[in-house]
């Protein structure tokens, strides 16, 4: 099976993208993170949904994580405040690693060696144009899995 077989639409974002707007996308597909992209429409990063959370959660409490029980319920329900007024591209780490890229002709195998060496939950499946390049769409893990494991027949119908 090839990357083109394997690819399927998914959700994405710019990095001037509303931050809230992409949580809640995020959460109500609940995705293992988002494909980001560029000006011209090519995967720039991918956006964890850890990543977000971490946008949420104050540096103090990241450096110790003993203050989070004396922060009251009230306050921790206002978090996702946090995300307003900002963009996506706020959310990525200061150096976003470029999001791990195949070809549509690609195998499952080349696929699935890419995830295990990067440890990532997706992959942009890309083909290269002459002016650029063109999302076709995005292996997610379970998709993979789903796949290889239907190979053995042991996968459960959908």
Do not use: F, W
């Amino acid at each position: 099976m090839r990357a083109r077989d394997l690819a399927v639409g998914y959700e994405t974002v710019s990095v001037d993208s509303d931050a809230l707007d992409a949580a809640r996308l995020m959460a109500e597909h609940r995705l293992p993170g988002l494909l980001v992209l560029d000006a011209k429409g090519e995967p720039k990063a991918i956006l964890p949904a850890s990543q977000m959370v971490r946008t949420l959660v104050p540096e103090y409490v990241i450096e110790d994580p003993a203050l989070a029980a004396v922060i009251d319920e009230k306050h921790a329900d206002r978090l996702c405040q946090a995300l307003a007024g900002r963009r996506v591209g706020d959310c990525l780490s200061d150096k976003p690693t470029p999001p791990p890229v195949v070809d549509p002709d690609d195998t499952a195998l080349e696929v699935a060696a890419l995830m295990a060496r990067v440890r990532s939950p997706l992959v942009a499946v890309v083909e290269k144009q002459a002016g650029g390049a063109r999302l076709l769409g995005v292996i997610t893990a379970s998709r993979l899995l789903h796949e290889l494991l239907g190979a053995l027949g042991t996968a459960t119908p959908e």
